[in-house]
Nanobody, 122 residues
Framework: QVQLVESGGGLVQAGGSLRLSCAASGRTFSRYDVGWFRQAPGKEREFVVG????????YYTNSVKGRFTISRDNAKNTVYLQMNSLKSEDTAVYYC???????????????WGQGTQVTVSS
């Protein structure tokens, strides 16, 4: 059974930082892209960032470029999202996701995590 388990969410002031983790189990993701989506209240779930597990190539939505950094630890089968200079508009539930191709759309996702809340106070 494949599981993606997120951790690291919480409450932070604007300008602060958080690091999210996504621990993957049940299969190897060497042929997958793994990344993060987020969903704010009343809005659709949107793509944030992705990483190709094999090559390490990364891609970001424009609004987080220069502030968020995704990385992976192959030995721990874990993906991390370092979020700096957080803004109130980053407030959302963040979902870890995995796809056998680029995961810029929700329809491309094969596996989802349960989500972790990130709240940025202004």
């Amino acid at each position: 059974q494949v599981q993606l388990v997120e951790s690291g969410g919480g409450l932070v002031q604007a300008g602060g930082s958080l690091r999210l983790s996504c621990a993957a189990s049940g299969r190897t993701f060497s042929r997958y892209d793994v990344g993060w989506f987020r969903q704010a209240p009343g809005k659709e779930r949107e793509f944030v960032v992705g990483i190709n597990w094999s090559s390490g190539n990364t891609y970001y939505t424009n609004s987080v470029k220069g502030r968020f950094t995704i990385s992976r630890d192959n030995a721990k089968n874990t993906v991390y999202l370092q979020m700096n200079s957080l803004k109130s508009e980053d407030t959302a539930v963040y979902y870890c996701a995995a796809s056998p191709r680029m995961l810029t759309t929700t329809t491309s996702i094969k596996y989802w995590g349960q989500g972790t809340q990130v709240t940025v106070s202004s």
